[in-house]
């Protein structure tokens, strides 16, 4: 039963923007040709009566899938409209292309021919919209340690692929308080069990080079600390040249200006949100949040995404505008993992206040 459970949430988590995009682009249709044939004078040309309720039916799409399923950011309302409208108005103009092409000029049979070949292209206008249009909707990644204590067949039976990434941390002595062992085979094991999800190895070490030899093979993302005594172009080129992503990680006590250098460079700056490296259950410092805020500003000049580690739950979630969030005892420690989860997604929409 629970292994059902399991499998039916996670298809659910991987499929629920799929679903909303359904749902919401069926309501906008019906909306658009209620308007065309029960509101708008039918006595009008049909391209006119067509351009109108396509422009509210657009209009409420973009309305319902920003706020409440993709949940956009206030910064991005105008662009991701932009966006919105440009491939809604290609797939609009391929569907007339279609019925043009079906020279049936009977106006009765509009409604049914705008329905079908909607249907048919609506696969093309989904993949067009999540690649460029909502791109920034949330990723979130479950955090899982590479030390000889860490259960990750527990982590697995309770939140299975509810989740979008899977975070591995690596802890040793140079960086960490009193560490477990590093055991890689915890690396190896998460491929094993989520083999669909990106693997992010979070290598928190003063000389991450040693850890490289033995973790290239399973894991598809890697992080290094600023301050760490390896050269990190060194390390960045190493992951380029094995097709691997790469990101830099600041923590407490680091310069933000450390980051510049390297922004060109990365795919991922990770903002490490706690005092103490490597120790779950901490709250959100302050300072991390603000730095979010400024990275955000020049993160579209340099390409970089950004991803928040570190007491990230559903009570702050709204407050930290980063694509991928990581989360771990808030998830780990629930009575509900799976619930847990539910409850950091529906509230990871951004708050009014961040508006530019």
């Known amino acids: 039963m629970q292994t059902l459970r399991h499998r039916f949430m996670t298809t659910w988590y991987r499929s629920r923007y799929l679903v909303g995009f359904i749902l919401i682009g069926f309501v ?3 909306l658009e040709l209620a308007l065309m044939y029960a509101v708008i004078p039918t006595a009008w040309p049909r391209p006119l009566r067509a351009g109108l309720a396509l422009a509210c039916g657009i209009a409420v799409g973009y309305l ?31 569907n007339m292309a279609v019925i043009y092409y079906l020279h049936d000029n009977n ?10 070949t909607a249907g048919v292209l609506f696969l093309f206008a989904y993949g067009l919209h999540r690649c460029f249009t909502f791109d920034q909707a949330r990723n979130l990644g479950i955090a899982v ?3 000889a204590d860490e259960n990750v067949d527990a982590i697995f039976s309770a939140v299975g692929g509810s989740c979008d990434h899977i975070h591995v941390d690596l802890v040793d002595e140079s960086m960490g308080e009193n560490p477990a062992p590093v055991n890689l085979f915890k690396l190896r094991q998460a491929r094993q069990l989520w083999p669909s999800h990106p693997i992010a190895l979070h290598v928190m070490s003063s000389q991450p080079s040693r850890w ?9 993302w890697f992080l290094f600390h600023l301050d760490c005594e390896d050269n990190l172009y060194d390390l960045i080129f190493a992951c380029r040249e094995r097709g691997k992503k790469v990101g830099i990680v600041w923590r407490l ?8 250098q390297y922004l060109p460079h990365v795919d991922f700056v990770m903002i490490l949100g706690i005092a103490k490296p490597g120790q779950s259950g901490q709250k959100t410092c302050p300072e991390a949040i603000d730095l979010v805020n400024v990275l955000n500003s020049v993160r579209n000049r340099y390409g970089f995404e950004l991803m928040f580690d570190g007491g990230v ?5 709204s407050d930290i505008e980063a694509k991928y969030v990581v989360s771990a005892s808030a998830v780990l420690r629930a009575d509900n993992p799976l619930l847990a989860v539910h409850e950091i997604r ?7 206040k961040k508006a530019a």
């Open 313 to 317: 739950n559903s009570g702050n979630i």
């Open 145 to 147: 340690y590479a030390s």
């Open 212 to 220: 490289l030899p033995a973790a290239w093979n399973d894991a598809d």
């Open 64 to 94: 319902l899938n920003a706020k409440l399923n993709f949940q956009v950011a206030p910064r991005y309302l105008a662009s991701t409209f932009m966006k919105y409208v440009a491939i809604s108005v290609l797939s609009f103009s391929l």
């Open 28 to 30: 906008s249709i019906c």
């Open 346 to 352: 529906r509230r990871s929409h951004f708050p009014a």
């Open 107 to 116: 106006e009765s049979n509009y409604w049914w021919q705008r329905m079908a």
């Open 253 to 260: 006590g680091n310069q933000q200006s450390q980051l510049m």
